[in-house]
T-cell receptor, first 113, second 115 residues
Framework: DSGVTQTPKHLITATGQRVTLRCSPRSGDLSVYWYQQSLDQGLQFLIQYYNGEERAKGNILERFSAQQFPDLHSELNLSSLELGDSALYFC????????????FGEGSRLTVL | QKEVEQDPGPLSVPEGAIVSLNCTYSNSAFQYFMWYRQYSRKGPELLMYTYSSGNKEDGRFTAQVDKSSKYISLFIRDSQPSDSATYLCAMSAGNYGGSQGNLIFGKGTKLSVKP
């Protein structure tokens, strides 16, 4: 158990809809990261937050947004969903530092029909 | 050319075999190298971490980094069925206070160890 909690574990929705994925980082970790994992693209970095502020942005679509709240939990919002958004979405957390070691949650599996 | 290349496999070996997993990369700024193990329907978990070039050993696992060749390896000795998983290499340029969390992952190699 990494200590990172993600909900929901599974989500099935229709194209055009909007969903919110939630992540609680490990106790004491200030940094939260979101990754998307699909079969063809592998694990892709989406966005990083540190103590409530956006720190780095990766391949995140404009239809997607995220935020980190004062209690350090984070939410990833996916809107105008397309079939191609079906993937596993992972949250990871770390103590901000030099090593880059991340602790991953078990992921939220999104299926868009 | 992708920043990180990893043979997706699948790789099937008998129990007790020595397994060699590899990644190549193109960004010479990378200096932190990691191997993650991902079991089916689980999140990746950190297996090995290496800074810059050199070797690191942890039990049956050995990680090697050759920065001159931009090549990293993970060796698993006396492989066990419980080692069956997808192994992902990951690397970062490292930048304290910056985007050090922007790990670049390989696509992963699926390993199956047969009893």
């Amino acid at each position: 158990d990494s200590g990172v909690t993600q909900t929901p574990k599974h989500l099935i929705t229709a194209t055009g809809q909007r969903v919110t994925l939630r992540c609680s980082p490990r106790s004491g970790d200030l940094s939260v990261y979101w990754y998307q994992q699909s079969l063809d693209q592998g694990l892709q970095f989406l966005i990083q937050y540190y103590n409530g502020e956006e720190r780095a942005k990766g391949n995140i679509l404009e239809r997607f947004s995220a935020q980190q709240f004062p209690d350090l939990h984070s939410e990833l919002n996916l809107s105008s969903l397309e079939l191609g958004d079906s993937a596993l979405y992972f949250c990871a957390s770390s103590v901000l530092g030099e090593t880059g070691e991340l602790f991953f949650g078990e992921g939220s599996r999104l299926t868009v029909l | 050319q992708k920043e990180v290349e990893q043979d997706p496999g699948p790789l099937s070996v008998p129990e007790g075999a020595i397994v060699s997993l590899n990644c190549t990369y193109s960004n010479s700024a990378f200096q932190y190298f990691m191997w993650y193990r991902q079991y089916s329907r689980k999140g990746p978990e950190l297996l090995m971490y290496t800074y810059s070039s050199g070797n690191k050993e942890d039990g049956r696992f050995t990680a090697q980094v050759d920065k001159s060749s931009k090549y990293i390896s993970l060796f698993i000795r006396d492989s066990q069925p419980s080692d069956s998983a997808t192994y992902l290499c990951a690397m970062s340029a490292g930048n304290y206070g910056g985007s050090q969390g922007n790990l670049i992952f390989g696509k992963g190699t699926k390993l199956s160890v047969k009893p």
